[in-house]
């Protein structure tokens, strides 16, 4: 059934995002018709098709054997498209809207260092504020169509399966996966970050000749199946991982304490775990950390593009070794404040398109209380630091969790 179908935050006059909860639960394939449901319309979903049916039979087959819960929750897509639930001309894996990627920065702080003795976790999420198909133009040197602002709609959606680990999803562009950050009932969190370095063969969304799982499609995985890092961990290695749009690495940590960055080498495709330091921050942005995991062997960047990503490193490990005492939620707030992207020239920043850019939400992650405490980007400011980039006006936070009952 589906419990919440709500607008939480709504898209002001001269604001950029709206932000809507949903909170489904019952079997698999309900959860997957549901969400189809809601997808179809509220935001005009359409599925992909494969290039050939034989792409989506061994999908299928792979999904079966290896995240069995999506590959019920694609069989309940198939009905609310009103399909064959043994037509494989369309993927019914995702439920795509307003595409595109993101640029972030995040620390993670153990229980050992953290005012509540909790293993806690702070982010920005920085995006575009265009949408995918303007900056897909841009990059070939032309004038992109208009379409939806890509990340102008997130959705907050709360998974109940009869099966499983329940959680709690923040994203946008899937419907069914949400992408970007999640916790579970166990306490296992997920966050996703742009890798620079990573696996640049980047494939649709859905459909053509896609096979294995993709990023959104992972994240799901992981707080479906798994509680800890080892077995997320585990989980990872027996999946074949597809990026859709650029590489992404992935920050999971657990109540436990224990944390790591899964990224996938750009040249190789081998896969790698950097774990965290005990009673250590463990700071991530966007290039890859089994590549360059020190300052010492950082490549040459120029220090005046202030949204670079070994820039935006320094600059959080410098506020971590000027820290004294434990850190409360204040001050993890105030150590994403600090990389922002704000800046009134994205090019000259350091950024890779020349479309205005933002900090589309900033977060703190719990792993002991299950929740992610958020605040969405509201508008621009005027600028407080002396230059001409502005402030960032954000809404109240909210909160996202599952519901103690």
């Known amino acids: ?34 969400l189809a449901k809601i997808g179809i319309k509220t935001y005009g979903v359409q599925l992909d098709k494969y290039k050939d049916p034989i792409y989506g039979k061994a999908r299928q087959s792979y999904m079966q054997r290896n995240f069995p819960a999506l590959a019920e929750r694609s069989r ?37 260092l953290t005012e509540n003795r909790h293993p806690c976790i702070c982010r920005n999420l920085d995006w575009y504020m265009t949408s995918v ?14 379409a939806l602002d890509s990340l ?26 949400p ?17 620079l370095q990573g696996l640049q063969t980047p494939m649709p969304f859905g459909g053509a000749i896609d096979t294995g799982m993709s990023f959104p499609q992972l994240s799901t995985l992981i707080l479906n199946k798994c509680a800890t890092v080892e077995e997320a961990k585990i989980e990872i290695l027996q999946q074949r991982v597809y990026f859709p749009f650029r590489a992404q690495h992935f920050l999971i940590s657990d109540a436990q304490g224990n944390v790591t960055l899964f990224e996938i080498d750009g040249k190789s495709g081998l896969y790698y775990f950097v774990d965290g330091k005990p009673d250590q921050p463990f700071i991530v ?18 220090p005046a593009e202030d949204y670079n990503t070994f820039n935006r490193w320094k600059r959080l490990a410098n506020y971590v070794k000027n820290h004294e005492g434990l850190y409360t ?47 969405f980007y509201r508008k621009d400011g005027p600028p407080t630091d002396g230059s001409e980039n502005p402030s960032i006006i954000f809404h109240d936070p909210i909160t996202v969790c599952l519901d103690s009952d």
């Open 329 to 375: 939620k204040e001050d993890m707030y105030h150590a994403t404040s600090l990389v922002y992207s704000h800046y009134k020239d994205p090019m000259a920043s350091g950024g890779s398109f020349p479309f205005k850019e933002r900090a589309i939400y900033t977060l703190v992650a719990d792993m002991v209380e299950k929740n992610i405490e958020v605040k």
């Open 1 to 34: 059934m589906i419990l919440k179908n709500e607008i939480l935050i709504p898209k002001g006059e001269n604001e950029y995002l709206e932000v809507r909860g949903i909170a489904v639960k019952g079997s698999d394939f309900e959860i997957g018709e549901n």
């Open 152 to 177: 102008s709609r997130v959705n907050t959606v709360q998974f109940y399966p009869d099966e499983r680990y329940s959680a709690a999803q923040l994203g946008s562009h899937d419907l069914l996966n």
């Open 76 to 112: 309940g897509v198939a009905k609310a498209f009103k399909l064959d639930p043994q037509d494989n001309q369309y993927d019914t894996t995702v439920l795509p809207f307003d595409l595109g990627d993101m640029a972030c920065s995040a620390i993670f702080f153990p229980p050992s």
């Open 285 to 302: 942005t966007n290039h890859s950390l089994h590549l360059y995991p020190e300052p010492s062997n950082f490549p040459e960047h120029d």
């Open 179 to 195: 992408p970007m950050d999640g916790v579970n009932e166990k306490g296992l969190f997920v966050s996703i970050l742009t890798d």
């Open 133 to 146: 198909p303007q900056m897909e133009a841009a990059m070939m040197g032309k004038k992109g169509k208009n």
